[in-house]
């Protein structure tokens, strides 16, 4: 298991922006698919946005598509969220995650997790 830290979450008006970053241990992280992951009060878990190991092809819940934007930059271990035009249901805990089969969406692909950073998006 790879140890994965999340930070970047904070309060935020809706139409504002905020940028998540999720570090990760290991050398392997470059070998990996990432993704975001968020969970809202008395809401399921959900897929947010993916990206395969070499940065070059992502993916996006259709909730976030046009205003999210996932990047990495495998030399420094790092995943990124870029999200734009903020929403109060945008509000959640959002999780950073490896995962086990490139292109996947669901939880159980995901092999690492972190704990976690908080969202709160104000209207």
């Known amino acids: 298991q790879v140890q ?5 979450g904070g309060l935020v008006q809706a139409g504002g922006s905020l940028r998540l970053s999720c570090a990760a241990s290991g050398r392997t992280f470059s070998n990996y698919a990432m993704g ?3 969970q809202a009060p008395g809401k ?3 897929f947010v ?3 395969n190991w070499s940065g070059r092809s992502t993916y996006y819940a259709d909730s976030v598509k046009g205003r999210f934007t996932i990047s990495r ?3 420094k271990n790092t995943v990124y969220l870029q999200m734009n035009s903020l929403k109060p249901e945008d509000t959640a805990v959002y999780y950073c995650a490896r995962g086990t089969a490139d292109g996947a969406i669901h939880p159980s692909y995901f092999d690492s ?3 976690g950073t908080q969202v709160t998006v104000s209207s």
């Open 4 to 8: 994965l830290v999340e930070s970047g």
């Open 36 to 38: 975001w992951f968020r």
């Open 44 to 46: 399921e878990r959900e």
């Open 49 to 51: 946005a993916g990206i």
């Open 73 to 75: 930059d495998n030399a």
């Open 113 to 115: 997790w972190g704990q």
